[in-house]
Every structure is written in structure tokens, then in C-alpha cells.
């Protein structure tokens, strides 16, 4: 197994996502041995910790989600024993002097070879501001590699998003600039390509020919709870759609690419987004919904959470008919939701065939073919055929071929995210023109929707979303075929 050095400066390194996701995915990477010996860890923030009570603060986090079967204390203590803090604050530009004495040291001692991470884990507002000092003080190494890698939100709508990445590609080259989408490196949405472009079945009817349409659903069971402050600037449209759904429906709707690499995939991704058709304000209300959610069993309305304003109009609650204007998928309508208070939590792809062209059984109703991609929480492919009922006469019945992931210990998206950044390989990270086109599509939906007062709440907590996000489907003659509200 290959070894990969680095040093890694996460900035943000007291923050949740370091807490909750970077320390156990690193702490995973470290115990299958994709880094041992050659790599070190720099958290700063404002916080003013010691190495010592960084250290535990990293152990806590990993005792705390890496499930127990799979480390030992001793294991615990030694990864744990590469990190160093430094109280940092990223308008200082002494402080850049100081870290980049500690990272020339610690480069020195784990022999890294001048490899460096940079994990910008804070507000995007200070991108641009981490970025010029990192180079005009040069931590950037002139041997080795060095990558930053930035989180969602990227942008607020393109405007925003276009100074963000020019005020990064000032001082690192395009190639270097990791935007990281955790839900790219989810096991299920990493197999979409494989089912697609593996098997010579779904490679021949994926197409408008043998598709009727498809539904994607990222449902929450949640309400807003602590990120109230941030959604109330940013609403499901710009938390979800713009990038989790839009990636996973590039996915879904992009051609084959030449080669299974990191280029050829992109370029065939932002094919795809760019093929979305952009709508007139009067497509956005005949192909999109948007809702809030009200009160339920035992649950505030969107309006009554804390830090919420009383007359909030910000959507809990996205449903929309894309149009995908490509030779592949001319025709084939792509359904999308997301929200919060939803009556379950799941991730799920719904690919809908076309119904048999002419039915031979006569008096018998055939059902269309569905393939179904569980992305969470069960990480199951199942496939919907028809087939003959085991009684007497000639009944059908509509029969799911399955498989579910029992791997307890595949790892988690973080975890591989990192491992291909280490690696190299944007394949699995979000390119700059993706942003662009997704942004493009995205803003046609606000700017229209910011013209009109929308009549919230319009949805009960615990339910699936707005009684306008059946009919949308309905219009088309379709239904969703996931609804959890409803037993077999």
C-alpha cells in the first residue's frame, strides 16, 4: 500500500466539520496505512488551545464516531500525537510567519517532502484573505504539491461565486483548488457511473429511447435546527439543489466519457449542466415548487424556530421538473426534491423505464421497469421487474431484485474524498465550470421566485412536501415513485 505524505493546515480546525468529519476520516486513512509516518496536522483558529488539549479534543472526535471494533486506544494516542495547534487569526499577517516556521519544522521532522494541504474549514468570506497570505508568505512550498480545498456555500449565485474563485485562482492554479461536494464521495453516488458505464444492460437503455423519467429525492427528517442563521440566508435551493442535486443529476444525464480520469469526466459533467434549460420566470412557475414547512406532532413550524423571523419566506421545501437538452435525454423529464420536516430521511435515485410497447397478457397490467439507487440510509441498488405471481392462473406482481452494501467498514465520504485529494484525483470534486452552470441555472429559479411573495407555510411537518409537488408529477400523467407516507 502506497503511503502518502502531507502536511495538512486546516483552518477552521476547533470547527464542527473538522470535529465531526476531518479528525475521523484522517483518523480512518491512518489505520488502513494510506498515511503512517510522513504526515502532520496544523488546526488554527481563534481559540487559544495547547497542542495537548488539541490532541485530546482529536481523540475525543475520533472515540466519538470511528465505531470501537476498529481502533485501539494506543492507535488513538499515536495519530494523535501528529497534530499541533496554533492560535491563528487570518488577517494577521504575523501570524503567517509563525505558522509557516511550525510547518517548515514539522515538514523537517515527518520527512513530507514539502506536500501541503490546505483546508480552508471557515465562511467563505475569507477565501480570498487565507489564499493571498498563504502565497505572499510563502507556506507554499516551491517542492511538492500544494492544494487547498474549500467547502460549500461557493458563492451565493454566480456573481458571488465568480469573485470567490477568482479571488482563490489569484494565487493557485486551477489545478490545485479542490471544491469538495461530500456527497460525491458517498458509495452509491460514486456507482452511479459504475452501473451506467459497467454494465452493457443499463449502457444500452440509458437513454430517451428506453427512459421515461427520473426522480431524485434528498429528503430530511429534521427541522433547521442550529443552522438556522445560515438557512435563513440561504434556503433549500441554495443548500441542496445548487449543488448535491445538480451533481448527482450531471451524473445521471451526462454522456460516456472517453476514459474513466478526472477530465474526460468533467467535461462530460459540465456537458450536462450546461444542456439543463434555463427557465423564464413563467417556466419557473409552471416547473418549480417551493414550500415551508408548518407545524406537526410534537414540532414547530419553519416560523417558530429559534432565530427565525416571523414572516420568514424562505423555502424549507424544493420541487422541480428539469429539461435536459441533450440527444440522450431530449424528452425525458428529471424530477427533484429536497426539505426538511419530511416524513423520512433519504437519499434516492429513481430511474422510471418506459412501459412495454405492446402488452401480450391480456387483462393483466404490467408495471414499469425501476431501478432504484438507496443512496441513505440502507446503500441499496434494487431493481423492479415484473414477474409472474406463484398461484394459479396468470397474475403479475411487481418484484424487487436487491442488493444492499454490509460492509461495516466502508468508508465514509470524507474519508475517501480525502484519499483521492492526497492522490490527486479530482474525479470526485467539483470543478469551477460545474459551479458556473449550476449557478446559471439556479439564479433564473431565485431571481423569479424573489418576485413574488410565496404563501408559507404550505406544508404539515412529517409529511412529504407540498400537495403542488404531487401535482407537478400528476400533470405529466406520473407519480413519485418513492413515497414513504404510503405502505405496500
Known sequence: MREEKALFIIFGGTGDLAQRKLYPA????????????????????RRPWTDE???????????????????????????????YYQSHNVNDTEHYMILKKLAQQLDDEYEIGGNRVFYLAMSPRFFGTIAEHLKTQKLVTDHGYNRVVVEKPFGRDLATATELNQSIEKYFPADSIFRIDHYLGKVMIQNITAIRFG????????????IDNIQITLSESLGVEERACYYETAGALRDMVQNHILQIVSLLTMNAPVSFNDQDLRQEKISALKSLKVYTPDEVAHNFVRGQYGPGEGVHAYR???????????????????????????????????????????????VIFKKMPTNIFPGVALTNNVLSIDVDPNEEITLYINDKDYDTGFKMKQLPLAYRNQNRD???????????????????????????????????????????????????????????????????GKQWFFDPTKTN
Open 26 to 45: 484522517l483518523f480512518n486513512l491512518y489505520r488502513r496505512g494510506h498515511i503512517q509516518k510522513s504526515f502532520a496536522v496544523i488546526g488554527t483558529a
Open 53 to 83: 488539549h488539541y490532541r485530546e479534543v482529536v481523540a475525543d472526535s475520533i472515540r466519538g464516531s470511528v465505531d470501537a471494533d476498529f481502533y485501539t486506544e494506543a492507535m488513538v494516542e499515536n495519530f494523535a500525537d501528529h497534530f
Open 199 to 210: 454494465n452493457s444492460i443499463f449502457r444500452n437503455l440509458w437513454n430517451n429511447r428506453y
Open 410 to 476: 466502508c468508508p465514509e465520504a470524507y474519508e475517501k474524498l480525502l484519499h483521492d485529494l492526497l492522490r490527486g484525483d479530482a474525479t470526485n470534486f467539483t470543478h469551477w465550470e460545474e459551479v458556473k452552470y449550476s449557478w446559471q441555472f439556479v439564479d433564473a429559479i431565485r431571481s423569479a421566485w424573489d418576485m413574488e411573495t410565496p404563501a408559507f407555510p404550505n406544508y404539515e411537518s412529517g409529511s412529504m412536501g407540498p400537495q403542488a409537488a404531487d401535482e407537478l408529477l400528476a400533470r405529466d
Open 304 to 350: 417558530d424556530e429559534d432565530n427565525i423571523a416571523d414572516d420568514s419566506a424562505i423555502e424549507t421545501f424544493v420541487a422541480g421538473k428539469l429539461e435536459v437538452e441533450n440527444m440522450n435525454f431530449a424528452g425525458v423529464p428529471v424530477y427533484i426534491r429536497t426539505g426538511k420536516r419530511l416524513a423520512t430521511k433519504a437519499t434516492r435515485i429513481d
